[in-house]
């Protein structure tokens, strides 16, 4: 295979599990990022990076070329006051793409907004109840709308709530910070880092134009289950409920607005993808035994 060459919008933990697989499987790849930052280098696993200043109010106009010779670009910069401005900017600043196998836009659950417990899939009604979710989905309306206009190849991760060996439930209950509503039927989804990698790896060689995927677990659950599971791996106390009404945090309550259960199947069939983590007990048990 010739050298990947790959831009990533943005360098979070998602587009970094992405590259880590790459470096895993050996591919010969060629990387640039962005950051809000000036421009500057980095390094990761001894390779040398550009990441290019991009921001509202600043963008390094050298990306224009890097991003004309890309094949992959991945976009897991959030809407910023309401707005996608990597949408914005390619809308102005690219030329039809010739060089371009897929642009992947990371996206959330959160476009499906409440419904009441019940299963989600990629058909499903998305009413939207939080800001984020407004945002997320108007910002997938956009891409849509670029990629018809352009005829850039273009896929749709909606990601469930991301968890990692570095940001989980069992380091937050040891630092005391878990705070649990007291709510029925609340049903959330999520998805482990490692297999949104794994994924996107494997949509390297496998990618269908226009489509959306929930990037998902098998078990959806109620924060209070899980918590419940981390705290016995820990031996520690459940943390007390609370009213939804005691809960100071605005992305905590938007949190609880939402209660659903997200379908991860046409992921799995689409990509023949075996999760590594096929629920939270996995990733906790995962998490606990190696001690991370």
């Known amino acids: 295979m010739s050298k990947l060459k790959v831009f990533c919008f943005g360098f979070g933990q998602v587009a970094e599990s992405f590259i880590n ?28 990076i550009n990441s290019y200043q991009f921001s509202k109010d600043k963008i390094d106009n050298s990306i224009i070329k890097k991003l004309e010779d890309a094949n992959y670009i991945l976009i897991s910069i959030p809407p910023i006051d309401g707005k996608d401005i990597v949408v914005n900017y ?43 979710g407004v945002s997320r989905l108007q910002a997938e309306n956009s891409w849509i709308s670029l990629s018809n206009k352009k005829k850039l190849p273009l896929q749709i991760f909606r990601l469930a709530g991301i968890y990692s060996n570095e ?61 419940a599971y981390g705290a016995k791996l820990l031996k520690l106390e459940k943390p007390n409920p609370v009213k939804l009404e005691e809960v100071e945090s605005e992305m ?38 190696n001690n991370i």
């Open 21 to 48: 697989k790459l470096i895993y499987e050996k591919k010969d790849f060629d990387l640039s990022i962005t950051s809000r930052q000036e421009t500057h280098l980095i390094e990761i696993n001894n390779i040398k």
């Open 90 to 132: 390619l809308e102005t600043n690219l030329k039809i793409k010739t060089n371009c196998k897929w642009i992947t836009y990371l996206s959330a659950t959160s476009v499906y907004g409440d419904h009441k417990g019940d299963w989600v899939n990629e058909n499903s009604i998305t009413k939207p109840s939080s800001p984020s």
């Open 167 to 227: 940001f989980n439930i069992l380091k937050r209950l040891q630092a005391g910070t878990v705070q649990i509503v007291d709510k029925q039927n609340h049903f959330f989804s999520r998805i482990h880092v490692e297999d949104i990698g794994n994924i996107l790896f494997k949509s390297i060689n496998n990618f269908k134009n226009n489509e959306i995927y929930n990037i998902c677990d098998d078990k959806p659950a109620s924060q209070s289950d899980v918590a």
């Open 252 to 289: 905590l309550k938007n949190f609880y607005k939402d209660s659903k259960k997200v379908d991860n199947k046409k992921m799995k069939n689409f990509f023949e993808y075996n999760l590594k983590f096929p629920s939270y007990i996995e990733g906790l048990d995962y998490i606990f035994n």
